[in-house]
């Protein structure tokens, strides 16, 4: 079975085609600046054929034409047809309180997400723009949303709730949500084969999801029961370029001070924010080791920072599930910076968390249980894989079907 993979962004669509018999990637890409003068598309086959087209993609209809056209090309092509393709999975930002699990894509599903737009105002239109090109594109081939949301959907009202006037959840559905759903899925149910407690009601783990944009979960017996981000993604841990949680009352101080008007507000608390707006450098951390390395105070600073928060939600889940049997690191930081792994660790070793700080030091980008011989907690590192999550749900439903 071929399932092809989208995750499409307002200007940019990225793809992947899997073959399921083996759960492998057969060709990937990328579309950019979809609608703009310079649109191109990058492919890449998994023998290493590649290609570049400098096109015009004025929507996403012609980014996936384009797609075909190079999934399907003498040179970089990986299938004869587009009738190769069994199923279509969809990385869809935000389900609301309506998916708790991957869905197949009807007019219904599709009008759910479209109501969802004021919760994900920028992801949930070009998801949906993404699942229109396909079907008009492929009216026959079976779709499937998997939804960024749908793992947290098990959390409980107590956790989810904010202390605002109920009117307004109950008007505007205002609630914590969560995100990389399908990443702190895919190392929860990991953790719990690599450790042999698949099933075990209560395995308890803390999932940390370090790249870009972290977030936190707490997930017993493979229910998550707590996560950090919020209504939105700037909740949590500070970030490469997002504040995370803050006082509410800073945003109108910051407004009338510096007499900016919403949206200024809500670009700096997005995008000029976190690790960046602390050091003032970067928000790639590999540009803030070689600062701290370099003696930069500011980006010690912003490092500290994080790792400060992330300590205290590792140890703040311990306390909300009673006890932690597993941390696991993944995501871009999560999975290559050792120095992260051990600051965040090294307060805890109260819980029983201890990690073999050398054998930390070495590894990166791979499964390894990075935990001391006498650590009560294990310490795992494990690669996400959010796109075969997708890839697996599609197969799993559209074979029911
Ligand atoms: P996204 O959230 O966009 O999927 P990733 O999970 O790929 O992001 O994480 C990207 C971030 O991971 C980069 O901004 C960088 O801070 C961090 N990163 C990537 N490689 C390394 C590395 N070798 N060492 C430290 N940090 C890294």
Redesign the pocket.
Known sequence: MKIFLVNAGSSSLKYQLFDMDDESVIAKGNCERIGMEDSFLKHKTADGRELRYDEAMPNHFAAIKLVFKALTSEKVGVIESMEEIDAVGHRVLHGGDKFSESVLITPEVEKAIEETIPLGPLHNPANLMGIRACRDIMPHKPQVAVFDTAFHQSIPKKAYLYALPYEYYEKYKIRRYGFHGSSHRYVSARAAEILGRVGDPDFKVITCHL???SSFAAVKGGVCVDTSMGLTPLEGIPM?TRSGSLDPAVIEFIMSHENIDINEMTEILNKKSGVLGISGIS????DL?KAYENGDDQAKLALEIFNYNGTKLIGSYAAAMGGVDAIVFT???GE??SFVREQMCAPLEFLGIKLNVELNEKV?GKEVDLSAPDSKVKVLLIPTNEELVIARDTKEIVSKM
């Open positions: 790249g870009n944009g490469g928000s790639d951390f590999r080791a995501a871009g930081i290559n910076d990166r």
